[in-house]
């Protein structure tokens, strides 16, 4: 907990990639790296969250999450499995129709090992590219500058917008988010990856029937 940004210093032996909501499509997400060439002795992979819910192997999460090459923020659906399992409160007709059911259904001591994981996640991660630092959230930069970003989430409403929030993409918001030079999201699925000022939106619903998996090269956009 606390971890509010992870730094992540260039990658010099190989490539870097984000890739948008996983939703428990581990299985289709090692098949898109395949017709990449991911290399995992040398690239790595940087999740925008929501690795949880929906699909049929959200309980490999754990062991994505315990790969050297694989990084990942939280998403909200994470944000619900560490609420449920060390707060509680968590609406349980919300929490099991929005995929949640998987977890609901798992013995206490086990969703207990998720939370704690889960509770580890950063809220962002910067990754230092060819062309500056590159940004990864889950649904928005909830400041207008990157370099705000690690006071700002110290206030518990800042750290709800960064993982919730849909207002940028509703509203085609085209403001850059200043001292980065992208910033990847996630959270709303779109048919194709979409570009709003400096914020790109990845989650081209590789978790859906017909959507796809991005997987977004970090030094070459
Ligand atoms: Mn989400």
Request: aromatic share 10%; net charge negative.
């Amino acid at each position: 907990m606390d971890i509010f940004i992870q730094h992540y210093k260039k990658n010099m032996a190989g490539r870097d990639y984000a890739v948008g909501d996983i939703h428990g499509h581990f299985g289709r997400l090692e098949h898109a790296m395949e017709t990449i060439g991911f290399d995992p002795g040398q690239d790595r992979l940087f999740s925008v969250g929501d690795l949880v819910d929906r699909g049929p192997q959200a309980d490999q999460a754990l062991d994505w999450l315990a790969l050297p090459w694989f990084h990942a923020v939280r998403g909200n659906h994470e944000d619900y499995a560490i609420r449920h399992s060390l707060i509680g409160g968590v609406d349980i007709e919300n929490y099991r129709s929005n995929g949640g059911g998987w977890f609901l259904d798992m013995p206490r001591t086990r969703q207990k090992q998720f939370g704690l994981v889960f509770n580890d996640l950063p809220y962002a991660m910067e990754i230092e590219t060819d062309n500056g630092l590159v940004g990864i959230i889950h649904a928005v930069c909830p400041v207008p500058d990157w370099a705000q970003l690690a006071d700002a989430l110290g206030s518990e409403s800042a750290r709800m917008q960064a993982i919730w929030s849909r207002e940028r993409i509703q509203s085609l918001d085209e403001t850059k988010v200043k001292n980065i030079h992208a910033v990847v999201v996630g959270h709303t699925p779109l048919q194709e990856v979409v570009a709003l000022g400096n914020t790109v939106h990845i989650d081209t619903g590789g978790w859906l029937e017909k959507g796809h998996f991005t997987l977004l090269d970090l030094g070459n956009f």
